[in-house]
């Protein structure tokens, strides 16, 4: 599976925008990008994917790198529950046999 | 939509007892669901993919006898943890997808298991 790489850990103050880079150098053509969130003591909740273009959503926004060998997940406003830890993930499309490979993930920091 | 139920939320049972924890997807049909792990302050580690009327596909170094696992229906899997040891405490998180949600997996909110 392609590996993507992102920061350990972010800080951000409530209310302002918040970007989470991820780098995916090694992503093939039939990749999809896929951003997960995992809030404390609770599974994680899908937040939004992309294939090449940019994406957007009610939860976030994401942009996609015209190479597609990084991506950013834009949260427009951050609140205090937008704290969690966030997980950049690749997959590829393969309709009944595709598996999530969880990385380490950046956690989120949100300051009042 | 995309929900996806999880029974108990927790459990503590002995050492040598069987635990099961159940799986539900309430609005969607799951042809495939998966099983998670997750122990403090690590990731999710996927330990098996099962697919409804199908036997499950176990990660390596997962035993397949210790974590039994049932996809009998497009809405509901059963992981049962048997004969249960103190180093099997751990967080266990499923997750579903099928349908109109595509590829995107919907997860649950995760069981966290204590054996004593």
């Known amino acids: 599976d392609a590996k993507t790489t992102q920061p350990n850990s972010m800080e951000s103050n409530e209310e302002e925008p918040v970007h989470l880079p991820c780098n995916h150098s090694t992503i093939s053509g039939t990749d999809y990008i896929h951003w997960y969130r995992q809030l404390p003591s609770q599974g994680p909740e899908y937040v939004i994917h992309?294939?090449?273009s940019n994406v957007n959503n009610r939860m976030a926004s994401l942009a996609i790198a015209e190479d597609r060998k990084s991506s950013t997940l834009i949260l427009h406003r951050a609140t205090l529950r937008d704290a969690a830890v966030y997980y950049c993930i690749l997959i590829i499309s393969n309709f009944g046999n595709e598996k999530l490979t969880f990385g380490t993930g950046t956690r989120l920091t949100i300051i009042p | 939509g995309a929900v996806v139920s999880q029974h108990p939320s927790w459990v503590i049972c002995k050492s040598g007892t069987s635990v099961k924890i159940e799986c539900r997807s309430l609005d969607f049909q799951a042809t495939t669901m998966f099983w998670y792990r997750q122990f403090p302050k690590q990731s999710l580690m996927l330990m098996a993919t099962?697919?409804?009327?199908?036997?499950?596909?176990?990660e390596q170094g997962v035993e397949k006898d210790k974590f039994l696992i049932n996809h009998a229906s497009l809405t509901l899997s059963t992981l049962t943890v048997t004969s249960a040891h103190p180093e099997d405490s751990s967080f266990y998180i499923c997750?579903?997808?099928?349908?109109?949600?595509?590829?995107?997996?919907?997860f649950g909110p995760g069981t966290r298991l204590l054996v004593l």
């Open positions: 099962s697919n409804e009327g199908s036997k499950a596909t176990y």
């Open positions: 992309g294939l090449t």
């Open positions: 997750s579903a997808r099928g349908g109109a949600q595509g590829e995107t997996q919907y």
